[in-house]
């Protein structure tokens, strides 16, 4: 049967972000199965462009911005809504996090009797945390996680992208029979294929071996500053040694001024945003690809997709051992794990690594094996198929 599942997201492409490329993998993963998924994204995609909008052979409909907050948001994505249900007629609701469009989808759900799914990718109130915006147990942060408790006791199904978080919703009383899994994973027709390394790019950079890297955003989660501050060890231990990092975000100033004050200063490279097309270049001279988040709600309960993309990659893999990360790697066996917040823990962590080098081709085939095998998209996209099926057997 070629299901119709209309998906409610945050933002899409062309933006380029995890959340943007997870949407992108989850809807063609549908489409493989034979299903016929639609897309509407809310005001917050904030790229210019018509409506709808077809981007790599995918067509979203748009939300215009409405110019209120938060109310005036999900009053201006439930008109949308009702007139792209008009149009299209779907079979079910799919809001994807934040709460504000399960709150959209909610009031069209039932004006139109359709299932309604809510799938979280980070609860609100700990992204906020995380990224700096917010602050743990203040109003805003109670209301936001009561607000996610709200919509998970109404929707219809609860989706995550990982343990952590079912066990979190778990403990908020949301009934276990709602529950279901779709983990992040891999397209290795575009990750599969690391390529050689860039020798002319590594010798303009002046990298030659022992290179640790981190490509993504700077956040203060991230925990770039300790890395930074494990570099001393790590160039005392191992002369050639050096750190890339390659990105930006709100930390980039703070985490700048760190690497200057350093004593390994001169191992230690920014090279700021570079364009998508431009990445694997810089992934290609990565011997060690370094993850030290810090402990924190955000961290313990979210599966990142950076270590699986590196695994995938078929790169060595370096991360703090908080609860996300400790979902994706076994510890000496498809990474390194090392304790969190704790600059000489990650030092230790990546000496050993790169002291150990007859190691590497065994621990990069399990990494890769393991991610082929268990974090492919078909795999993870096959978790909706009895849910939706449940909800439209119900509705009929």
């Known amino acids: ?93 799919h809001a994807h996090s934040p709460v504000l469009n399960f709150a959209a989808a ?31 147990g203040d109003i805003r942060y109670r209301l936001t996680h009561a607000a996610e408790s709200w919509a998970c006791r109404r929707a219809d199904a609860v989706g995550a992208i990982c343990k952590g978080l079912l066990g979190d919703l778990r403990a908020r009383g949301i009934d276990e029979a709602k529950l279901f899994e779709i983990p992040n994973a891999v397209d290795l027709t575009q990750f599969g294929d690391p390529l050689p390394r860039d020798t002319a790019l590594g010798a303009e950079l002046g990298l030659e071996e022992d290179v640790i890297g981190f490509l993504g955003s700077f956040y203060d989660y991230e925990g770039l500053d300790i890395l930074i501050a494990a570099m001393p060890r790590v160039v005392a231990a191992r002369p050639k040694a050096h750190l890339l990092l390659v990105g930006g975000g709100p930390m980039e100033a703070s985490l700048r001024a760190a690497a200057s004050a350093s004593s390994a200063s001169d191992r230690i490279r920014f090279v700021g945003r570079v364009p998508h097309s431009e990445v694997d270049r810089y992934y290609s001279l990565v011997d060690v690809l370094a993850y030290p988040r810090k402990a924190m709600r955000l961290t313990e309960l979210v599966t990142p997709l950076k270590p699986l993309e ?77 849910v939706y099926e449940r909800l439209l057997n119900r509705a009929r």
């Open 1 to 93: 049967m070629a299901i119709r599942p209309l998906h409610i997201l945050d933002h899409s492409l062309p933006l380029h972000s995890g959340y943007t490329f997870r949407s992108r993998a989850l809807i063609e993963g549908q489409r493989r199965l034979g299903w016929q998924p639609l897309m509407l994204t809310a005001p917050r995609h904030y790229a210019e462009g018509p409506d709808p909008e077809t981007i790599d052979g995918l067509t979203f409909y748009r939300t215009r911005k409405s110019g209120l907050p938060l109310l005036g948001e999900i009053t201006a994505t439930a008109k949308r809504l009702d007139a792209v249900i008009e149009d299209t007629k779907p079979d079910l609701l």
């Open 106 to 136: 909610w009031g069209a759900a039932r004006r139109h009797n359709l299932p309604l799914v809510y799938e979280i990718r980070a609860f609100w109130e700990d992204a906020a945390v995380g990224n700096g915006t917010g602050r743990e």
């Open 310 to 386: 590196a695994m995938a990659q078929e790169k060595l893999v370096a991360a703090s051992n908080v609860g996300g990360h400790r979902e994706l790697i076994e510890d000496g066996v498809t990474g390194t794990l090392f304790a969190a917040d704790d600059p000489n823990a990650a030092a230790d962590a990546l000496i050993g690594l790169l002291e150990d080098r007859e190691a590497w081709p065994a621990r990069r085939a399990r990494a890769k094996a393991w991610v082929s095998a268990e974090r492919n998209w078909d795999r993870s996209v096959a978790a909706y198929v009895p």
